[in-house]
């Protein structure tokens, strides 16, 4: 099955979820299937899957998704037993697992000579875990997840190779900021807070 496709199901399911997407062509595609500042790229491969999980534990009534890949979630292991300690019950960690280092030249990953993420995410501590086999499967998996509370690691198998879509229209920079300022906004809290500098006059 083709990542697009499963981006596709869950960008009909997601409302009003905030997302964070690995550094790659996931990121591009699903900002071109749910624009909007409830979405922030991660660029340093590795780390979305720990990003997600301090988004989860600071925003506990808001759910948040875990867009990840192979090769991410290989260079950042060690944050499966944490995720499964912090055991944060409005995370859902997704995982397509083409087999290979796709931005970088398509070099295989692990996963291509038997490494399971899912068996992983399970044996890290992780009780709800599963391999979505089809795109209805996961989009069934995304509906419960998203229905329920409570911790939920799906992994997909998609095939290698990304569909064409627009540019990111923003740096991360920028990202970054609207991405505060829309927690801002939906939660009415303050992030930021910028102290004008005092008057001498």
């Known amino acids: 099955m083709r990542r697009f496709d499963c981006l596709k199901a869950l960008s009909g399911e997601a409302k009003d979820a905030l997302v964070v997407s690995s550094a790659g062509a996931t990121t591009l595609e699903w900002n071109a299937l749910r624009p ?22 600071g925003l506990p009534q808001r759910k948040v998704i875990a867009l990840d890949g192979d090769g991410s979630l290989l260079m950042n292991l060690c944050s499966l037993p944490t995720i499964a300690r912090m055991n944060p019950t409005n995370l859902i960690h997704i995982v397509f697992d083409n087999q290979v280092y796709e ?11 038997g490494a399971d993420l899912v068996a992983m995410a399970r044996a890290a501590g992780i009780q709800h875990t599963l391999w979505a086999h089809s795109v209805e499967s996961f989009a069934e998996a995304v509906s419960r997840a998203l229905a329920e509370r409570q911790l939920t690691f799906i992994g997909a198998k998609v095939e290698t190779g990304r569909i064409e879509v627009s540019p990111y229209p923003m740096d991360e920079i920028e990202n970054k900021y609207r991405f505060i300022r829309y927690i801002e906004k939906t939660e009415k809290i303050e992030i930021l807070k910028t102290n004008l500098p005092t008057s001498y006059l």
């Open 36 to 57: 909007g500042d409830g979405n922030f790229r991660v660029r340093t491969l590795g780390l979305c899957s720990s990003i997600a999980l301090g988004m989860a534990l």
């Open 103 to 113: 931005a970088s030249g398509c070099g295989e990953t692990a996963t291509a000579h």
